[in-house]
């Protein structure tokens, strides 16, 4: 029940980081995620960001609307792939100092060391809920 708070805290602390970008913090990890693998398909990016395929195409969505992502076909019809858009990187840049600011004000209450200790954990527990 804790892990599930701290994530739910997490999440409005980043989203109210992001408002005045109009994206929640689900959709900046996307962007983020497209930035740094451009033209992906939905099953690979869905596993990166640890996020069923359904979500995803959720998440996806508004940003395709918005132009900030574009989805393109593949020779095999069935994937689909997608890319940041001029339109998304821009957005990406103006939030990114936003998310900055937010991991700093998180990061600033916790000692370097006990950081440190907290990704350790959070991938333990991420491997160990995934069944690897």
Same mark, same amino acid.
């Given at each position: 029940?804790a892990?599930r708070q $701290?994530?739910?805290?997490l999440? =409005?602390? +980043?989203? %109210?980081a992001?408002?005045?970008?109009? &994206?929640?913090?689900? =959709?900046?990890?996307?962007?983020? %995620? ?8 939905l ?16 998440n996806? *969505?508004?940003? &395709?609307?918005? !132009?900030?992502?574009?989805?393109? !076909? *593949?020779?095999? @019809?069935?994937?689909?792939? +997608?890319?940041?858009?001029?339109r998304? @990187? =821009?957005?990406? /840049?103006? /939030?990114?100092?936003?998310? @900055? !600011? $937010? =991991?700093a004000? &998180?990061l ?6 006990? $950081? ?9 527990? &991420?491997? $160990?809920?995934q !069944?690897?």
């Amino acid at each position: 029940m804790a892990l599930r708070q $701290a994530a739910r805290t997490l999440t =409005q602390r +980043y989203d %109210a980081a992001f408002s005045a970008d109009g &994206i929640r913090s689900t =959709q900046f990890s996307v962007l983020v %995620a497209l930035a740094r693998a451009p033209s992906v398909p939905l099953s690979r990016l869905a596993k990166a960001l640890v996020m069923d395929r359904t979500t995803l195409t959720r998440n996806l *969505a508004p940003l &395709i609307r918005r !132009g900030l992502v574009a989805e393109s !076909g *593949a020779p095999d @019809k069935r994937v689909r792939s +997608y890319t940041l858009t001029t339109r998304g @990187k =821009q957005l990406l /840049a103006r /939030a990114l100092p936003d998310w @900055k !600011g $937010a =991991q700093a004000r &998180i990061l600033r209450a916790l000692a370097k060391e006990d $950081a440190e200790h907290l990704r350790r954990i959070l991938r333990t527990v &991420i491997a $160990a809920a995934q !069944g690897d």
